[in-house]
């Protein structure tokens, strides 16, 4: 369970991003900016959102950079325009970090496994886990949340999921009306 009146402006927030911030594409990848499509009232809830939290970061799976759908450039150049976007509305993401190996990679950084909150954490030593929160769609954000010790914000979605989260919500936009007004 999320104690939503613990929170205060040293949490961080972690959001995964197809599904949450952005439409997924079914079977496929976001491979240039054009097909970077917001989620309804993402940006309202990103502005309210940015004003709770210390820190915002995105924590993605990307894996079409290593199958070769496009590159390192081209991601950052989405992330860039997301970015750009949110500005525009007084919200904010700190950083960005990205997995880009094939999920085969027995080397990979992708979610579950902890790596991106650990790169985010050494970049931004504040960052307390048990004081974050991991806002994802699938399994794999859940697991990665509840693995480094973090509150877990499930957004229901058409992926069946079997994990658990300490809470569950339709969009980042009741999350945000619950964290803002509650």
């Not at 197809?18 to 917001?38: A, H, L, Q, S």
């Not at 991601?75 to 525009?88: A, Q």
């Not at 859940?142 to 957004?155: A, P, S």
């Amino acid at each position: 369970m999320i104690d939503i009146s613990e929170i205060d402006n040293t949490w961080t927030l972690f959001l995964d991003r197809d599904g949450v911030i952005n439409k997924r594409i079914p079977g496929g990848y976001v491979t240039k900016k054009d097909d970077f499509i917001f989620l309804p009232n993402v940006m309202g809830s990103l502005t309210n959102i940015c004003r709770k939290f210390a820190r915002v970061i995105v924590v993605t799976n990307q894996q079409g950079v290593g199958k070769g759908l496009m590159t390192r450039e081209q991601l950052d150049d989405i992330h860039d325009y997301m970015r750009d976007e949110m500005g525009l509305y007084k919200g904010f993401v700190d950083e960005v970090y990205s997995a880009c190996e094939l999920e085969s990679d027995p080397n990979n950084t992708r979610k579950p496994k902890p790596d991106l909150a650990l790169q985010a954490q050494k970049d931004f030593p504040e960052i307390d886990f048990k004081k974050s929160i991991m806002v994802g769609d699938t399994d794999n954000d859940i697991i990665f949340g509840k693995n480094l010790g973090m509150k877990t914000v499930l957004v229901l979605s058409d992926e069946l999921g079997f994990e658990e989260a300490d809470l569950e919500v339709d969009s980042l936009w009741e999350f945000a009306e619950m964290i803002i007004y509650r």
